[in-house]
Structures are given as structure tokens and as C-alpha cells.
């Protein structure tokens, strides 16, 4: 049940998400060129899909610059502390205030090569839901994991 314009209905119009982690890569220079080159001339109905780009946190100032505003950017990764003493993260609250609503969680990156457990990724999600329920809240998709067999 959603409410739409004033009413609750079951018939709410769901919008896909297309996305693109970029990961640990790119420069400035490229991600320019990706941007101006192929991003920024997809042709989609915003009304109908959502598209949605993750680039490494030092490069979203640039991305946030060049992008089309249909386009969604996001961060790639929030911490599971608010403000704080904790050296190299980037909280909901500078997220927010930077103007970027989204973030992917649940990397299976971070949880093999950063030992992140199920419950810090909880921990993260809690934090962006209590943050949006104060009007600084970060959107969230969490990445479903998959193992593939080798």
C-alpha cells in the first residue's frame, strides 16, 4: 500500500533501476569522458526507469558537476557511524549534505576483504532509516549476493 495523492492504493506505477558500480576505477579524466561520452546521452523515461551511477567517492564532486540531473548518483558505500573520529569514512549526514541521496551497501568486496559482517551492514541500514525519519536520510540498495561456483 502506498499513498498517492492523498490516497491509499495497491496501484502504484514501479519505476526499474538501472545501475552502474564503477568500483575502484577511473580517473578524472575518464570519468569525464563517460559521462559527457555515453552517460549523458542514454535515452530513457524517467517516469519509467530510474538510472542510477556509482562512482568512487573522490570522484562524485566531478560526476555530481557533468551529470544530467535525470541521472541518479550515488555513493558507493556509506559508514555505519554518524559523524566522528573515524578517519577515511563518509557518513549519511556529509552524504545528505553533499546532495547525494543514494548508496549501494553490501559489497561482497567489502565482506570478503574487509571481513564486514551481516550485522554492520544492518547496523547501516538502521542508521539511514532513522536518519531519513529526521529528514537526512540516505536511500539505500543493498547488493544481493551471490556466490558464483568455480
Not at 37 to 61: C, E, G, R, W, Y
Request: contains cysteine.
Amino acid at each position: 500500500m502506498a499513498n498517492v495523492a492523498g490516497k491509499w492504493t495497491d496501484k502504484v506505477a514501479r519505476r526499474l533501476l538501472i545501475g552502474g558500480n564503477w568500483k575502484c576505477n577511473g580517473s578524472v579524466k575518464s570519468i569525464e569522458s563517460l559521462i559527457k561520452d555515453t552517460v549523458n546521452k542514454i535515452m530513457f523515461d524517467s517516469s519509467k526507469l530510474q538510472v542510477l551511477v556509482s562512482p568512487v567517492a573522490l570522484h562524485l564532486p566531478a560526476a555530481k558537476s557533468l551529470l544530467n540531473p535525470k541521472v541518479i548518483l550515488s555513493a558507493q558505500n556509506v559508514s555505519q557511524f554518524k559523524n566522528g573520529a573515524y578517519t577515511g569514512e563518509i557518513s549519511g549526514q556529509q552524504l545528505k549534505d553533499f546532495g547525494i541521496d543514494w548508496t549501494l551497501i553490501g559489497h561482497s568486496e567489502r565482506r570478503t576483504c574487509f571481513g564486514e559482517s551481516n550485522e554492520v551492514r544492518f547496523d547501516v541500514q538502521l542508521d539511514c532509516i532513522h536518519q531519513s525519519k529526521d529528514g537526512i536520510g540516505t536511500r539505500i540498495k543493498h547488493c544481493i549476493l551471490y556466490r558464483r561456483k568455480t
